[in-house]
């Protein structure tokens, strides 16, 4: 690994989190594995060597549970959602070089391996821990058997974190109040021996690790917290028939997240054993020279809410066992739908099979969701939304520029007219090709598509100043010369978002190779003399389509609420909640009753503020002092936002602050003020337009 900017003589791979094998894909999931696959093929466009792998991960709790209500093995169960899974990705032109699954023989043999690696290297040891158990059944009880309250903030907990609550992983034993989720009996706990690795010893290594790390910087901030408050040691098996045997053991099984991240090495082995070492060398990648020196690019795209696990046990386990390090950990936020929590209980969601079929293009889920914000913020999904960016960018932008220069080409020229390029049009796209070089070293997708389509939208304008219809053909020409160049360069740019339109896009530019292989070099390359006349690349979604689709999302989730007040009145739900997400209601509190006078509400001293700083505060799971300026002063304020923002994100954000809300000590740091938020996802308020800090709000 070298920390160069791409390319780099080390060769690359990109991974996604692996997909649970316990549900059907909705556009949430897509989110990670459309950028984990512009990332790859952005990679490949600057001309690094680049593998794209992934893999279903078959093995778990919440799997077992489901299986057994199916009435199903565990291992028929998860291959059905691994082949629907291998089926639909392909589908979203997501491209994975290799897919494979947690369960089968080379993840299997791997992970044993290393497990055996971190024992002789003395960094496991057995310990007799407290295991939930159901008395009335006789039988232990392991991670989504059980739930309960989470001991750190009192919120309701299941299995091995606090979903519903401060997001923290939980060791076995730490629930309280347990109960069965099978059988709903009161569950005690008993002392059972299990197998830890060791992580506390290895706090200043992570540490050190962290300073390196790539990526987004909520994978960096997020783990320091968990360093600082004292790493506690890992418990890594599990009493569970449905898993990977812990080396030498019949009675228990190794937790789901040793295996998981495994399948990354697993799956680039399985690459490289089809395609050749010569061609890609998965040992190059992941294992250390005999110098101690790292292997290659390893970058990991994953959700936030698996931050943890990438960022301590994952480099932890690799550091122990001899292999690479991460280079990036690039870590998305999530998809609401309309504004309001994707929920799958509640059918509130845009699922993958949906979309496809709806008869949309894959490419205009992938531009959305890929372009519509930065990598760690969270995205919202609506119709109306995705109309305005597929009219406005890809129709009105990008399609219009592409089919009116080479329709013009074409009708005049039968292709490329003889001229010499400008120096203004060279320019422009070298330009736009170091935008996109950098957008990538910044893991930074979004502003990768940008460069198309802003390379694009010069391309309408350059065609618009010169009016080449009103021009003879010799002065028309070189014109047109320069608006053929800038149609291949956008082509070229764009196809790691939309490559299914990319692909149409370079057959009619009269494009050679193929547009998938080519690296940004191609975008300086003449055109084809010749070309046919192009079709439009784009179709505007109509304003009735919109409709539709929003009364088929509108009837689904009134469905499923209507089946929920039939469940609270008594009847039995048969309903389960995907493992990997936690439903989120859209109820509102009722309104107050008691009204204050316009006096009382003149008595609030609310400002526009602009957050200075913000960090962490010490051994404070949720709060953060900021520096927020109003104005007349910077005032520190503490708010409980640590886990809810990016705090690396915040300086420059305006806020909405309460001035006169009297002091108050936290965690012994003086908070004058209170910055306002909505909901439980601390939405800060701010504002439309430049309101100054010290504005009042009236």
């Not at 952005?42 to 690094?48: D, I, V, Y």
């Not at 053929?484 to 956008?490: F, I, M, T």
């Not at 089946?563 to 609270?568: G, H, T």
């Not at 886990?643 to 420059?652: E, K, T």
């Amino acid at each position: 690994m070298s920390h160069d900017d791409f390319p780099t003589e080390q060769p690359a791979v990109v991974t996604c989190g692996l997909p649970y094998a316990n549900g059907d894909l909705h556009v949430g999931h897509l989110r990670s594995y459309t950028a984990g696959d512009v990332l790859s093929r952005s990679l490949r466009k600057l001309g690094q060597q680049t593998a794209f792998v992934c893999g279903s991960d078959m093995h778990g709790t919440p799997i077992a549970v489901n299986a057994d209500e199916e009435g199903v093995s565990p291992e028929a169960f998860a291959t059905q959602y691994h082949e629907q899974y291998r089926e639909t990705f392909p589908q979203f032109n997501v491209e994975f070089d290799n897919y494979g699954h947690t369960h089968d023989e080379t993840n299997t043999e791997l992970t044993q391996s290393i497990v055996e690696t971190l024992e002789d290297e003395g960094y496991v040891y057995e310990k007799e821990i407290k295991v939930a158990w159901d008395p009335i059944e006789d039988q232990p009880l392991p991670d989504r058997y059980v739930e309960g309250t989470c001991p750190y903030c009192g919120e309701h907990a299941r299995g091995d974190e606090c979903d519903e609550g401060c997001g923290r992983h939980l060791e076995p034993g730490e629930i309280e109040d347990p109960v069965s989720t099978r059988t709903g009996n009161p569950a005690e706990y008993r002392e059972q021996p299990h197998r830890f690795f060791e992580v506390s010893e290895l706090s200043e290594y992570l540490s050190g690790f962290l300073d390196r790390l790539e990526g987004t910087s909520n994978a960096r901030n997020q783990p320091r917290e968990w360093i600082e408050s004292g790493l506690e040691d890992w418990c890594i098996t599990r009493d569970l028939d449905w898993g990977i045997d812990y080396p030498g053991e019949e009675d228990l099984v190794l937790y789901v997240w040793v295996d998981a991240p495994i399948e990354y090495i697993s799956s680039t082995k399985q690459y490289s054993e089809r395609v050749g070492a010569d061609e890609y060398d998965w040992e190059q990648v992941w294992r250390e020279t005999e110098s101690g020196e790292a292997g290659g690019e390893v970058v990991h795209v994953i959700g936030r809410d698996i931050i943890q696990h990438h960022t301590i046990f994952w480099p932890a386990m690799l550091e122990v066992a001899g292999y690479s390090e991460p280079r990036a950990v690039c870590a998305t936020g999530f998809v609401t739908i309309n504004g309001k929590g994707l929920s799958t209980s509640r059918n509130r969601a845009i699922w993958a099979q949906e979309y496809l079929d709806e008869g949309f293009h894959p490419d205009l889920l992938r531009y959305y969701l890929t372009t519509m914000g930065g990598f760690q913020q969270d995205l919202d999904f609506s119709w109306d939304r995705f109309q305005e960016r597929v009219n406005g960018e890809l129709v009105g932008t990008v399609g219009n520029f592409l089919y009116r220069s080479l329709l013009f080409a074409y009708r005049n020229f039968g292709g490329t007219p003889e001229a010499e390029l400008s120096a203004e049009v060279e320019e422009r796209i070298e330009q736009a090709v170091d935008d996109f070089s950098a957008a990538v070293n910044e893991y930074e997708v979004r502003k990768a598509g940008d460069a198309a389509v802003k390379l694009a939208q010069f391309g309408n304008e350059y065609i618009q100043r010169n009016e080449p219809w009103k021009l003879d053909d010799d002065e028309a020409a070189p014109v047109i010369r320069d608006c053929v160049q800038l149609a291949k360069a956008v082509t070229v740019l764009i196809e790691p978002v939309a490559p299914g339109k990319a692909e149409a896009a370079w057959a009619q530019v009269g494009g050679e190779a193929d547009v998938h292989d080519v690296t940004l070099d191609a975008a300086f390359e003449p055109p084809a003399a010749t070309f046919d006349e192009p079709a439009e690349l784009f179709e505007q979604v109509e304003d009735e389509r919109v409709e539709e689709l929003n009364g088929k999302l509108a009837e689904r989730v009134a469905e499923a609420a209507s089946d929920d007040d039939a469940d609270d009145d008594g009847t039995e739900s048969d309903e389960s909640t995907d493992a990997d997400e936690a439903d989120v209601s859209d109820e509102l509190e009722p309104l107050l009753e008691d009204r204050i006078g316009f006096d009382d509400f003149e008595a609030l001293d609310i400002r526009v503020g602009r957050i200075e700083s913000a960090e962490p505060v010490e051994d404070a799971d949720k709060l953060a002092k900021l520096a927020v300026d109003i104005g007349v002063e910077t005032r520190q304020v503490v708010a409980g936002i640590k886990q809810l923002h990016d705090l690396d994100a915040l300086p420059g954000t305006k806020v909405v602050l309460l001035a006169n809300m009297e002091k108050a000590e936290l965690f012994g740091i003086e908070s004058n003020g209170m910055v306002l938020a909505a909901g439980e996802q601390a939405d800060l308020l701010t504002t439309h337009d430049d309101a100054e800090p010290g504005t009042k709000v009236r």
